[in-house]
């Protein structure tokens, strides 16, 4: 099997609560990066960061994510936004051996059946990349962004296979998460202080 791990940062375009996050925490992009060239060293996936757009429409901060689509010779491909960080005890915690495509987030989609995952985290099959990237302009619109995937991803993949929470963890992070998101209007008013996994990469 062949795995990719990619990020994407477009400096000139990211979202305001984004833009937030990293007036506070200015190391975060880079402590990312660091984090992920890491791990997939560690798991024996290849490594991409990405930091121009590759197509008009992914100049917009919601639309960034596609660009995991793009990789065809892969056979899955794993995006991760870059304010996530890794805790240190789990750098061999292989995503790559868990199916699903995403955490469940406990939100909906117009309808209470429509559960979804954040998509700061998504992993995908070649299959699931192929009908994404086919599909997915059907779906576009500038500001949506978590949205737009999941209803693409349940109209034309199927029923969404969940990944373990520890993939994606946004609140109340512990000893036993692996990727830990600084997600959420919340961004701002975390302390790091008590934050385990940034005190690992802060020393």
């Known amino acids: 099997m062949k ?8 400096k000139d375009n990211i979202k305001r609560n984004t833009v937030n996050t990293y007036k506070q925490f200015p190391k975060l992009e880079k402590l990312s990066k660091k984090c992920f060239e890491l791990y997939a060293k560690n798991i024996g996936a290849d490594y991409e960061f990405c930091e121009k757009p590759e197509t008009a429409k992914q ?14 010779k892969y056979d899955n491909v ?29 939100h909906f989609y117009n309808y209470s059946k429509y559960s ?11 299959k699931e990349c192929e ?4 599909k997915i302009d059907d779906y576009y619109h500038p500001t949506h962004n978590q949205d737009a995937i999941n ?7 199927g029923p969404i ?13 512990t000893t036993d998460i692996t990727f830990r998101h600084y997600a959420g209007s919340h961004k701002e008013k975390q302390n790091l202080k008590r934050d385990i996994v940034w005190n690992q990469w802060n020393k």
């Open 59 to 72: 100049a917009s901060a919601h639309w960034l994510r596609m660009v995991m689509f793009n990789r065809p």
């Open 3 to 10: 795995n990719l791990i990619i990020q994407t940062y477009y």
């Open 161 to 173: 296979k969940w990944l373990p929470y520890r993939f994606n963890v946004t609140h109340k992070p």
């Open 116 to 126: 979804i995952f954040n998509a700061g985290v998504t992993k995908w099959t070649r």
């Open 78 to 106: 794993l995006y991760v936004d870059c304010d996530i960080l890794i805790n240190r005890s789990r750098l061999t915690d292989d995503i790559f051996k868990h199916e699903g495509v995403g955490v469940n987030k406990i």
């Open 151 to 157: 209803r693409c991803y349940l109209d034309n993949v």
């Open 131 to 134: 009908i994404m990237k086919e």
